[in-house]
């Protein structure tokens, strides 16, 4: 799922625009988890992916100033329409006719370890220690990201039993 991307190739203001988007499509893809869950998940999940969505947000966020700290207003190199990056997109193969919330739980998981991996292998060709950096505290934030969904998912077999 997602581009493959040949980090060689790119240079730490590519890191941050892809990064960028990159969070921005996590945010959009559990504002759609979240949708899809309405009728059937408790408030609790669903504060949860609403929790989410913020998280993704607040990392765009990070990642936009310390973008313009570093290059002012350069414009994108990418083109954020046309290029979906989809780290972090759910498999919507999967989805079917309907979605049981293990299952939106399950895609969640896999959506965030995708984006560790992404961030532990652009860590890798970063030449700019500032974007090392930064990628390295993303790569743990989503380490973390895997936990939160990993005690939704046991609270879930927790009251399923």
Not at 50 to 64: P, T
Not at 129 to 137: A, I
Request: charged share 30%; aromatic share 8%; no cysteine.
């Amino acid at each position: 799922m997602g581009l493959q991307v040949d980090f060689s190739m790119l240079d730490a203001q590519d890191f941050l625009d892809i990064a960028i988007e990159v969070e921005r499509e996590a945010s959009e893809h559990y504002q759609q988890l979240g949708s899809w869950m309405r009728a059937s998940a408790s408030d609790d999940v669903l504060a949860f992916f609403r929790a989410m969505v913020g998280r993704e947000e607040r990392h765009r966020e990070q990642l936009e100033v310390q973008r313009r700290e570093l290059f002012g207003d350069a414009p994108p190199r990418h083109d954020v329409v046309a290029v979906p990056w989809e780290v972090e997109a759910p498999d919507y193969s999967r989805v079917g006719a309907t979605l049981d919330l293990r299952g939106a739980l399950e895609m969640a998981l896999e959506m965030e370890t995708r984006a560790h991996d992404y961030y532990a292998q652009a860590q890798e060709y970063a030449q700019d220690e500032r974007v090392t950096e930064l990628l390295e505290g993303f790569r743990l934030a989503e380490a973390e990201h895997q936990r939160l969904v990993r005690e939704q998912l046991d609270r879930l077999s927790d009251a399923t039993g």
